[in-house]
């Protein structure tokens, strides 16, 4: 049996130090301060020991959210890669084949916008609420932008079917072939004149091409004008195609024509040979697409003969920035 330890205090009066014993409610407080600093010291150690060191569930969760960041960030450019894909499929929707085929474009049946609002009012509560929904209003645009152009792509299949013989006098290929084509060459719209030095209006494609190349109509048509225009178009060719179309060839080479005025001709036939005749700086072909008297851009009709790579090199080879020839 353990020996008990006595407690002693000074006397002031004797001026020894006597034993005596506390009583119990000194004692039960001495064991509540010790208690409250042993608690004290526990909770400061917790938190310093949080604040240095992370949890085994911390460290999951801060993986889990590093690998979902890195994942919305792959997300994201898909989804923005697949939009510029969706816009571009539309702006040739509008602006090339429904141009073409002389129907309405969709553009206004694609502007209704979703209700984000009403649709995503249940998903406030969420902790990434702002994430979630800007995420799931992308994805359902698209959804219905997608189906929006595939309605629209049933619907020009149908006109096509329906308007074969109109499609058979639609300008639809180039005028050259494809293989003596040069990168050098000038685009349809507004650029400085090479001979006058001003800025005009260019109606159509100057396609750079060794003079002779052959030259091929463009659609099914009729022969209207062949003749020679000194200060413009040199010795040229128009087709008249029927349906409002129009096709003009010029600065070929001075009585190169292997048609006559009136005669019909059908889309590939070789017409003539490209030249350097009239206001021309170098032997090419300028070539244009007119409907109902109108210029239009070229570039929307070359969609029976070109592969999407080839259509996409000639955006970039017929652009403005290429060298202006007459």
Avoid: C
């Avoid at 020996?3 to 000194?26: C, I, V």
């Avoid at 206004?108 to 994430?131: E, F, I, T």
């Avoid at 994805?139 to 058979?168: C, F, G, H, P």
């Avoid at 969609?303 to 060298?323: A, K, R």
């Amino acid at each position: 049996m353990s020996k008990k330890h006595k407690l002693f205090r000074f006397n002031e009066q004797t001026l020894n130090f006597e034993p005596y014993e506390a009583g119990l409610s000194k004692r039960i407080w001495r064991v509540l301060l010790y208690a409250l600093w042993g608690i004290l010291v526990g909770v400061a150690a917790f938190f310093l020991y949080s604040a240095l060191f992370d949890s085994p569930d911390t460290r999951r969760l801060k993986e889990e959210n590093e690998r979902m960041a890195m994942r919305y960030e792959v997300l994201s450019r898909q989804v923005k890669d697949i939009e510029s894909v969706v816009q571009e499929l539309e702006k040739r929707d509008d602006n090339m084949y429904r141009a073409i085929l002389q129907a309405e474009p969709v553009s206004q049946r694609r502007l209704s916008d979703l209700d984000r609002a009403g649709r995503y009012s249940g998903w406030a509560d969420l902790a990434w609420h702002d994430l979630v929904v800007n995420t799931s209003y992308q994805l359902d645009d698209l959804t219905r932008r997608v189906y929006m152009q595939s309605k629209s792509y049933d619907e020009l299949a149908n006109l096509v079917r329906n308007n074969e013989d109109r499609i058979a006098h639609l300008p639809a290929i180039q005028p050259v072939k494809n293989s003596v084509l040069r990168k050098e060459a000038s685009g349809y719209g507004w650029r400085t004149d090479p001979i006058y030095g001003d800025r005009r209006m260019h109606n159509g494609i100057d396609f750079s091409v060794p003079q002779g190349s052959e030259v091929f109509a463009t659609a099914d048509g009729t022969v209207s004008y062949i003749g020679y225009d000194r200060g413009g178009y040199g010795y040229h060719i128009k087709i008249d195609h029927g349906y409002g179309y129009e096709t003009y060839y010029a600065h070929l080479t001075n009585k190169s024509a292997k048609v006559k005025v009136g005669q019909k001709v059908k889309r590939g036939d070789v017409i003539a040979l490209s030249g350097h005749t009239g206001k021309s700086t170098a032997p090419h072909l300028h070539y244009e697409v007119r409907l109902h008297g109108k210029p239009n851009n070229p570039i929307y009709y070359f969609f029976i003969d070109l592969t999407p790579e080839e259509y996409d090199d000639m955006l970039s080879n017929l652009s403005n920035s290429g060298v202006p020839m007459d």
